[in-house]
């Protein structure tokens, strides 16, 4: 069974605009590398069907703890602790965080 | 699907102990750079103060780079009046030259190149699913490898890294900061990540 990967970022109350919410296939993830000291980028499959370039979703964590973020991604693609399919890695609105030291998240998207 | 992740994690930083004369410390230096520092926005320095016990970022405006030079200005301008005994520190800001992982279904290949002392690994970009896109690559500075025993071990551990978790995990493949991993003992002398 595909698992997927859910994300939020509203500015306030109801999603109303582009790229506050997303979920993306674990099958689209493409990689996960720093953006700064204290930023890990997720890489996936442009939702949109586009090619190039990728979307990305910007987790803002303590500073270097890139590491632990890797580790929690990895688990959460694997749904190692509840192998359900649908995996909430950031709800900003809930302050729902499923890996340690996360505290925000954004995504960016070419549509 | 269970995916394996492979991490790489490159070695970005280096301490100097403050002597006397001008405040310049010499990076870049192989066996504790593995990302070229070409520009002073890529590294941050702090100063361990010995007779206050404290340490202290030193802002991008108190710095400067000329080649592989390092100037760290005054106090009185953004800098730090070093004393003897102070400890310098400079390190990498990480970025996605300094640190990744990879899924293991995205894994291309490993090969040598025309260099006796090179060893690189492919994924697929992680930026892009174009046709076009190009690769991302580990390369690895090894030891001139005439018997090919170099490259096969490499060959093994990356393999033996892509299985290493029938549960999927994140699989330190080489992580040079901290001399992990599963290639930590083959005498790699630089690895550069490239995320293209």
């Known amino acids: ?111 | 699907m269970k995916t394996n992740f492979l991490h790489f994690k490159s070695v970005g930083t280096q301490s100097f102990t403050y002597v006397s004369g001008g405040q310049t410390v010499v990076i870049n230096s192989a066996d504790f750079w593995d990302v070229a520092i070409t520009n002073k926005n890529q590294i941050t320095v702090s100063v361990f103060d010995l007779s206050a016990g404290t340490d202290n970022a030193v802002a991008q405006a108190g710095l400067s780079l000329s080649t592989n030079t390092v100037t760290i200005a005054a106090s009185g301008s953004n800098g730090f009046d070093l004393a003897a005994g102070d400890i310098v520190t400079v390190t990498v800001i990480p970025t996605e030259d300094t640190e990744a992982i990879f899924r293991a279904d995205r894994f291309l290949g490993v090969e040598a190149n025309a260099s006796a002392t090179t060893a690189i690994l492919s994924f697929k970009s992680m930026k892009s699913v174009a046709a076009a896109a190009g690769d991302d690559t580990i390369t690895f500075t090894i030891a001139d490898d005439g018997n090919v025993a170099l490259m096969k071990d490499i060959s093994l551990g990356v393999l033996e890294a892509l299985n290493a978790d029938k549960n999927g995990g994140t699989v330190t493949v080489f992580d040079r900061l901290n001399d992990v991993g599963i290639l930590a003992n083959l005498a790699i002398t630089k690895m550069v990540i490239a995320v293209a």
């Open chain 1, 1 to 111: 069974m595909e698992k997927y990967l859910y994300f939020s970022n509203p500015n306030s109350g109801a999603p109303d605009q582009t790229q506050e919410t997303a979920m993306y296939a674990t099958s689209s993830l493409l990689g996960v590398c720093p953006g700064s000291a204290t930023t890990t980028l997720l890489h996936f499959t442009p939702r949109d069907g586009g090619t190039n370039p990728a979307d990305i979703v910007t987790l803002t964590h303590t500073s270097g703890g890139h590491k632990v973020v890797f580790d929690g991604v990895a688990s959460l693609v694997n749904a190692e602790k509840n192998n359900m399919p649908f995996q909430v890695v950031a709800d900003v609105e809930n302050s729902i965080f499923n890996i340690s030291g996360v505290t925000a998240c954004s995504i960016a998207s070419t549509d």
